[in-house]
């Protein structure tokens, strides 16, 4: 991974950063930079309203950008991704434009304990709204999937399985080939929550044969306020609009109104053409790397945090050694709590999360009132492991003094 | 927040209450039972006040929060205990106050001055003014 860091203008103000809340938010790669100035320079104008040579050449950007990101997640239909606001509005999106209809009172929609809020709320909050029952498929001490368990779970009365590809806490890579199959021998559709593991890994439809599939672009190098749904072409045509306005309509008289079809009903208002732009932009940027090493990259960060930390008197970190582990590390620090430590650790310029991530079900489930997040990307660095340890131990001997 | 800032914020004060805080256990018996709560962060304590009359027989917590929460809340218990309703209230008051302004000139405890000018210390106050907001707050709706 060298020189990569060089690639990211944010370490250019601020070099001595050691920035480890990646699960949040990755910080935005030059190429993104340098495409927003430029468009915002140059090239600003909306899409599909103006003839001008303006707006049609932002359009065809526009839609360019969609192919890309099917090509991305190897689709070869551009109208399977819609653009929205980002992981979260594309899951309320499925729950209120696609599954409410065909719930009735009695269905199940299942989900795991290890999801973040936008993953489980949606869900709750509309078992709730139509009498149907929300079932939360529970964890091996490890921190994986009780994967017979979740079997269980998904009966002929399943309407939709949403499950997170990567754990925004624990770190998990669940085995999300293996759990689509178990959703889809009961005919139940499957939504991946792909916000922690689109930027590095091989999501390809063809192999994992999602239905539908959503994630940021600030989670892979590029802007906030975009994001993306990927929709199977078999449920594309239940595909309703989720905001009323311009935009999306077919036909609209004072008594009758049609609308688009999927994805250019879920374009209502003026889009975010520079965030779609950006996001083309980051795709691009991906499609240079070596994602497998940088996987692995990620990988050896967390693996050897984990073993560092565990020689540290008074941790507990989340997840065991078994489990398949991503770049993501979450920990409590006996007698002080995770805000104390990240306020401290800021104090040697270091960044990590505190709290508890938009995962209250998974920590009331793994027994933590808060935790430490640290979250690896493709710019930080072994030594960055050495500097984290070498706080935490000098703030447990400050807080001993 | 440098390093010396952090020592600052987390002087002496502080981490004393923290690691001893003051009538730290769960008093289920207890008259009344506030909760105070910052969705934000998960911090979470439990006020236990026992009554004799209009007086704070007895002021205890339990929960959990970070130092500043959890020391502010200690001073709290330590400050109530006795009074009656009209002089918590206005301790409450003068003390969010403080918090609010920056200004601990009314405050007549060295140590509530201490934690008055945490208010300079940017995304930590809501910490030192979890437990007395909630003790004001249920105060003033009683009133209500």
Redesign the interface.
């Known amino acids: 991974m060298k020189n990569i860091k060089d690639r990211f203008p944010i370490f250019k103000s601020h070099p001595d950063l050691i920035y480890l809340d990646n699960a949040a938010t990755t910080q935005r790669v030059d190429k993104v930079d340098d495409l927003l100035d430029e468009f915002n320079r140059k090239d600003n104008a909306t899409i599909h309203r103006g003839v001008y040579e303006l707006s049609a050449k932002a359009t065809a950007r526009y839609e360019q950008v969609r192919s890309k990101v099917a090509g991305f997640l190897g689709s070869d239909n551009p109208n399977t991704i819609a653009f929205t606001k980002g992981t979260t509005e594309s899951i309320n999106v499925v729950a209120h434009s696609f599954i409410k209809k065909r719930l009735r009172a009695g269905d199940n929609i299942v989900v795991t304990v290890m999801e973040h809020h936008a993953n489980f709320v949606p869900w709750q909050a509309l078992c709730k709204e139509m009498g149907c029952e929300l079932r939360v498929a529970s964890l091996t001490p490890e921190g994986s999937i009780d994967t017979l368990a979740f079997e269980r779970l998904v009966d002929k009365k399943t309407k939709m399985v949403a499950i997170t590809h990567i754990s925004n806490v624990l770190g998990t890579i669940n085995p999300i080939e293996q759990l689509i199959e178990t959703a889809h021998a009961q005919g139940a559709p499957v939504l991946v929550d792909a916000a922690q593991g689109a930027a590095l890994y091989d999501l390809d439809v063809t192999k994992l044969n999602y239905d539908f599939l959503a994630f940021s672009a600030h989670k892979l190098f590029g802007p906030f306020g975009v994001g993306i749904l990927y929709v199977n072409p078999e449920y594309m045509g239940d595909m309703q609009p989720y905001t009323l306005g311009g935009g999306i309509i077919q036909s609209v008289s004072a008594n009758e109104v049609t609308f688009q079809s999927y994805p250019f009903n879920l374009d209502a208002g003026t889009p975010n053409v520079s965030g779609v732009l950006g996001l083309g932009a980051a795709i691009d940027f991906l499609n240079e790397l070596n994602r497998a090493e940088c996987i692995s990259h990620t990988h050896e960060l967390a693996n050897r945090c984990v073993v560092e930390l565990a020689r540290v008197k008074g941790i507990r970190i989340l997840g065991g050694t078994q489990m398949q582990r991503s770049g993501i590390v979450s920990f409590a620090l006996e007698n002080i709590h995770p805000h104390d430590v990240s306020s401290y650790l800021n104090g040697d310029g270091i960044a990590v999360r505190a709290g508890l991530h938009c995962a209250q079900p998974l920590h009331y489930f793994m027994k933590e009132p808060s935790t430490i997040r640290i979250s690896f990307s493709i710019y930080n660095a072994d030594n960055e492991i050495d500097i984290l340890i070498d706080s935490i131990k000098s703030l447990k001997k400050f807080w001993e003094q | ?3 010396d ?3 600052k ?2 002087n002496q004060e502080v ?1 004393k209450r923290n690691k001893k805080p003051y009538n730290f256990d769960a008093d289920e018996e207890a008259d009344v039972v506030i909760e105070a709560y910052n969705p ?5 304590f439990n006020l236990y006040l026992n009554k004799e009359d209009s007086d704070i027989k007895s002021a205890h917590f339990h929960g ?5 929460s ?1 020391a502010s809340t200690s001073l709290l218990m330590e400050l109530i205990e006795g009074r009656n309703k009209t002089e918590k209230v206005e301790k409450c008051h003068t003390y969010l106050e403080a918090e609010d302004s920056g200004s601990s000139k009314r405050l007549q405890n060295e140590v509530q001055k201490v934690f008055a000018e945490m208010k300079n210390f940017e995304g ?1 106050v809501d ?1 030192v003014t979890l437990s007395w907001k909630a003790l004001y707050d249920k105060m003033k709706n009683d009133e209500d």
């Open positions: 927040m440098k390093k800032e952090f020592k914020l987390y981490l934000l962060c998960g911090d979470k959990f929060g970070c130092a500043l959890k930590r910490c």
